[in-house]
């Protein structure tokens, strides 16, 4: 069998256009067509044509290189730069155009607020193609990596054991140098000490000023990072890291990304924060909001409830699934709602106590009476008060959303919530290699976090409508 042998050496008679290397069903032609367009201006991009000065990259190529270079794993200004010499497709998208890698990070650097703004625009097109229903929002969250070690992250603990560290290691110092005899001075062995202890008053400094920044922080548990302030100790099935969290909005139709933010918290008080940023966006309010157990915050689900949003969030014991194994476990004790009082197994009242403002419950305890009771010491220890329940302060509402959880319209809907939110976190981490941001500070890794998602969406609708469908409607719009 004879082959096939190239030569990259065989002249042509009419040199090809760069047009004529790229297919007409080419994915890179659907990123032309949707920066094309965007309203650039509405997002943020300053548009100057007689601006002077040394000429600059017009914003439209820049970002169609930032885009396409996202969608495909390319995130390093240095990558960008190496795609624009010799990746055919990239050529093309920026008109043969080579920016350098400190212009890409800079225009990067530079832009993030408007490049947090181009997934917006990019969901409400989505609508006007009818790619999003609108009906019924998805809401999680996962742990991302800032570009930060977490070695360099400092709670007041640590503070105060670097410090002692260092007054011991000072103190030592002078020691040494009072001991070296006078015509010693100038030895090389002085200079060093001297040098160290300089090292260590300046280190000393460093943790003093970053005391000072913890203690003015409101935080329960304040902690800072010296290589960006704003990312914080988070624990995921990779351990803990410096990290984000990254939180996306889902429309059920189609799995499209309405919305996403970064946030340098839990999930716990997020919920109604994202679903609303949501429905900002679609124009209107949602009909069902779903989300996992970890949002299950009766304050934050109550918000959203109030307006007349169908919440499906399951409550953690719900989500544990685990049977009540203990005969004393506070699921055994009846909330007698006339009275005012919890009916333990025995029979016996607990009455209203105190209210714990800080933590927004109501105490209820058995005082004296429980004593005398033939389980006292298995169901309680505790002598002065007897046993202890608690009740949220708006437990009526948690009770009314964890009896609507179990409905069989609910659990339909919480069905779809793992193939719809899930699946772009695992397109980000798997398919693309996001383990960790490039940007330092919110509004970097948020701009970031708007891009991948932009990217992600890009993909969905190019696999669902095709490339010369979708760019044909993207320049209709």
């Known amino acids: 069998m004879a082959y096939r042998y190239g030569d990259r050496y065989q002249g042509l008679l009419f040199p090809p256009s760069v047009e004529e290397l790229v297919p007409e069903n080419a994915p890179v032609r659907v990123y032309d067509a949707f920066v094309e367009?965007?309203?650039?201006?509405?997002?943020?991009?300053?548009?100057?044509?007689?601006?002077?000065?040394?000429?600059?990259?017009?914003?439209?190529?820049?970002?169609?290189?930032?885009?396409y270079g996202y969608s495909y794993g390319f995130r390093s200004s240095r990558k960008l730069e190496r795609e624009c010499h010799y990746n055919i497709t990239f050529i093309w998208l920026v008109g043969g155009l080579k920016p350098d890698h400190k212009t890409i990070a800079e225009f990067r650097r530079k832009n993030?607020?408007?490049?947090?703004?181009?997934?917006?625009?990019?969901?409400?097109?989505?609508?006007?193609?009818?790619?999003?229903?609108?009906?019924?929002?998805?809401?999680?969250?996962?742990?991302?990596?800032?570009?930060?070690?977490?070695?360099?992250?400092?709670?007041?603990?640590?503070?105060?054991k670097a410090l002692a560290k260092v007054d011991k290691r000072i103190a030592e110092i002078l020691a040494q140098c009072d001991s070296l005899d006078a015509r010693e001075e100038g030895s090389a062995s002085l200079t060093q000490l001297q040098e160290e202890l300089a090292?260590?008053?300046?280190?000393?400094?460093?943790?003093?000023?970053?005391?000072?920044?913890?203690?003015?922080?409101?935080?329960?548990?304040?902690?800072?990072?010296?290589?960006?302030?704003?990312?914080?100790?988070?624990?995921?099935?990779?351990?803990?890291?410096?990290?984000?969290?990254?939180?996306?909005?889902?429309?059920?139709?189609?799995?499209?990304?309405?919305d996403t933010d970064v946030v340098n918290t839990g999930d716990i008080y997020q919920f109604a924060e994202q679903i609303s940023q949501a429905n900002e966006t679609l124009g209107t309010d949602c009909q069902t909001a779903c989300a996992d157990a970890g949002y299950s915050n009766v304050e934050e689900l109550e918000k959203i409830d109030s307006e007349g949003i169908h919440v499906v969030v399951p409550s953690q014991k719900q989500a544990a699934k685990s049977p009540t194994v203990n005969p004393f476990d506070k699921a055994h004790f009846t909330y007698d709602r006339d009275h005012d009082c919890y009916v333990c197994p025995a029979g016996q009242a607990l009455r209203y106590s105190h209210t714990n403002e800080r933590d927004k419950k109501r105490v209820f305890r058995g005082g004296t009476t429980c004593r005398s009771c033939e389980h006292f010491g298995e169901c309680t220890k505790s002598k002065a008060h007897g046993r202890s329940i608690s009740r949220l302060l708006k437990a009526d509402v948690q009770e009314r959303l964890a009896a609507d959880y179990e409905t069989e319209a609910s659990q339909e809907v919480y069905a779809l919530r793992k193939q719809k939110v899930e699946l772009p976190f695992g397109h980000f981490k798997r398919n693309l290699g996001v383990t960790g941001f490039l940007l330092r500070g919110l509004e970097g890794v948020k701009a970031e976090a708007a891009l991948l998602a932009s990217c992600f969406n890009l993909a969905r609708m190019e696999s669902m409508l095709g490339v010369a469908s979708l760019s044909a409607k993207l320049a209709a719009l």
């Open 37 to 67: 367009a965007l309203d650039l201006p509405k997002l943020g991009f300053k548009i100057d044509p007689r601006q002077i000065g040394c000429p600059q990259y017009h914003p439209t190529a820049m970002l169609k290189l930032l885009l």
């Open 199 to 258: 090292n260590k008053q300046a280190l000393k400094d460093k943790v003093k000023t970053i005391v000072a920044e913890l203690e003015a922080q409101e935080a329960q548990k304040p902690q800072t990072n010296t290589t960006d302030p704003d990312c914080r100790t988070m624990k995921s099935i990779q351990g803990s890291h410096a990290s984000f969290n990254m939180q996306s909005v889902v429309d059920e139709k189609h799995g499209i990304i309405v």
């Open 112 to 160: 993030q607020k408007a490049l947090k703004r181009v997934l917006k625009q990019c969901a409400q097109m989505c609508l006007k193609l009818e790619l999003i229903e609108g009906n019924t929002l998805f809401v999680d969250g996962t742990k991302i990596r800032a570009n930060a070690s977490i070695k360099h992250t400092w709670t007041l603990d640590r503070c105060q």
